[in-house]
C-alpha cells in the first residue's frame, strides 16, 4: 500500500497529539481507518466532521492515494466541515452561553459588592473564587494544549498577586504585579519549553497562559482600589476624596456586572451577532453600565463624604462596561469545533461569567485614582 503523509490541523492536531504522520493505505478512507486506530476514537469524532484535501485537491473517502501523497485534514473554523456546520456556530454559541451568564454574572457581582463592603479581606476571597471560575473554564473553552501547565502558571501567579496586594499598605501599591509578572511570563516560557510541543502548539498555548495569567492578575486591582481614601490601616489614597476607592470599586463591578447580563440577555435572545442588532447591543450595554455605575456610586459610602462618588461611579462603570463587553464577546466567540460547543457550555458560561468582573479591577483602580483625587 502506498504510504503518505498525513496533516492534522486545529482540533485533529490537538485530537492525534501530532502535526503530521505517516501511514499506509489504497484510498483517503483506507488512511482514516489508519489514523483512528492508531488515535483512538477521540480523532476519530473529529475526523468525523472534517473535510480533506489529497495533493491540494478536495478529496472523498474513496479518492485514490499514491506514494507521497499528502492528506490535509481540516477540522471546522481550519478551512473544513460543511457548511451547516458553520451555520449553526451563532446559535449553539448563544444557546450555551446566554442564560446560563445572565444567572451567573449579577450574583457574581453582588458578592464581590457584599465582599467589598467588608474589607480588602473578603473582598481578596471573593477575587480568589472569581479567579478559579476562570480557570476553570478558560483553557476547556479555547481547547489548547498544555493545560495543566497553564492552569499551574496563571493560578501561582494570581494567588501570589492575592496575598501580595492584600498584605501592602503603602505606595506604589501596585509594585507587586510586577514582582508576579515577570517570573509568571517567564515560567510560562518554561513550561512550553519542557512540553517540546510543535511550534504551533507553542504560539496557542502560550498565548492562552499569558492572556489567563494578565486577566487573574488584573482582578486584583480591585484590592489596592477599594483602599483608595480609605483611613483605616492605610496611607494608599492619602490625597483622594474620602472612601474614594469604594466608589470606583462598586461602579466597576455593577457597571460590568450589568453590560454582561445585557449583552448576554441579548445573545439568548436572538442568535444574531451581526450587524445593527450587535451595535445596539453594544451601545445598550454601555449605556446601562454607565447608569448601574452611577447609582452604585450614589449608594456607596463615599457619597456621605464626597459630591463626586456618582460621577466617579459611571465613570467606572462605563470603563468597566466597555471591557466586559469586550471580554464576554471573546468567551462567546465561535467554538473551533461546533460539534464541541454544547460540550463546552459549562466552561464558556465560567468564563463569560468571571472574566468581566476580573477586568473591572484596572479602570476601578485606575479611574479612582484619576477622579478621586
Do not use: K
Not at 24 to 44: F, K, S, Y
Not at 59 to 72: N, Q, Y
Not at 190 to 219: I, K, N, Y
Amino acid at each position: 500500500m502506498p504510504a503518505v503523509t498525513v496533516r492534522y490541523w486545529a482540533a485533529a492536531r490537538a485530537a492525534a497529539g501530532v502535526a503530521e504522520e505517516r501511514l499506509a493505505g489504497d484510498t483517503l478512507g483506507d488512511v482514516l481507518i489508519a489514523a483512528r486506530l492508531a488515535h483512538g476514537e477521540q480523532l476519530g469524532r473529529v475526523l468525523a466532521r472534517c473535510s480533506y484535501l489529497v495533493d491540494a485537491v478536495r478529496a472523498r473517502p474513496d479518492t485514490l492515494v499514491t506514494e507521497g501523497s499528502v492528506i490535509e485534514v481540516l477540522p471546522p473554523f481550519a478551512g473544513g466541515a460543511p457548511a451547516d456546520a458553520h451555520a449553526s456556530a451563532p446559535a449553539t454559541r448563544a444557546r450555551v452561553a446566554g442564560w446560563p451568564v445572565v444567572a451567573l454574572c449579577p450574583p457574581l457581582a453582588a458578592g464581590g459588592l457584599l465582599a467589598a463592603s467588608l474589607g480588602p479581606g473578603p473582598l481578596t476571597a471573593w477575587v480568589a473564587a472569581l479567579q478559579a471560575l476562570l480557570l476553570a473554564g478558560w483553557f476547556r473553552l479555547f481547547r489548547v494544549p498544555g493545560v495543566g501547565h497553564g492552569i499551574v502558571v496563571a493560578g501561582a501567579a494570581g494567588a501570589v498577586a492575592d496575598v501580595l496586594l492584600l498584605v501592602r499598605e503603602t505606595e506604589p501599591p501596585l509594585e507587586p504585579v510586577a514582582w508576579v509578572l515577570g517570573p509568571a511570563l517567564l515560567a510560562a516560557l518554561v513550561a512550553q519549553l519542557l512540553r517540546r510541543p510543535a511550534r504551533d502548539d507553542v504560539v496557542t498555548s502560550m498565548t492562552a497562559t499569558v492572556t489567563a495569567t494578565l486577566v487573574v492578575v488584573g482582578g486584583v486591582w480591585l484590592i489596592p482600589a477599594l483602599r483608595l481614601g480609605s483611613t483605616v490601616g492605610t496611607t494608599l489614597g492619602s490625597n483622594t476624596a474620602p472612601e474614594a476607592g469604594a466608589a470606583a470599586v462598586a461602579g466597576g463591578l455593577v457597571g460590568a456586572g450589568v453590560a454582561t447580563a445585557v449583552a448576554a440577555l441579548g445573545s439568548a435572545r436572538r442568535a444574531s451577532f451581526e450587524g445593527r442588532s450587535l451595535s445596539a447591543r453594544i451601545a445598550l450595554g454601555l449605556l446601562a453600565g454607565a447608569l448601574a455605575g452611577w447609582a452604585a456610586g450614589e449608594l456607596s459610602p463615599a457619597a456621605a463624604a464626597w459630591n463626586g462618588a456618582g460621577a466617579l461611579g459611571s465613570a467606572a462603570g462605563s470603563a468597566a462596561a466597555a471591557l466586559a463587553l469586550a471580554g464576554q464577546r471573546l468567551a462567546t466567540a465561535p467554538a473551533r469545533d461546533p460539534g464541541t460547543a454544547a460540550a463546552d457550555g459549562a466552561a464558556r458560561a465560567l468564563v463569560a461569567a468571571s472574566l468581566p468582573l476580573l477586568l473591572a479591577g484596572p479602570p476601578a483602580y485606575l479611574l479612582g485614582r484619576l477622579l478621586g483625587g
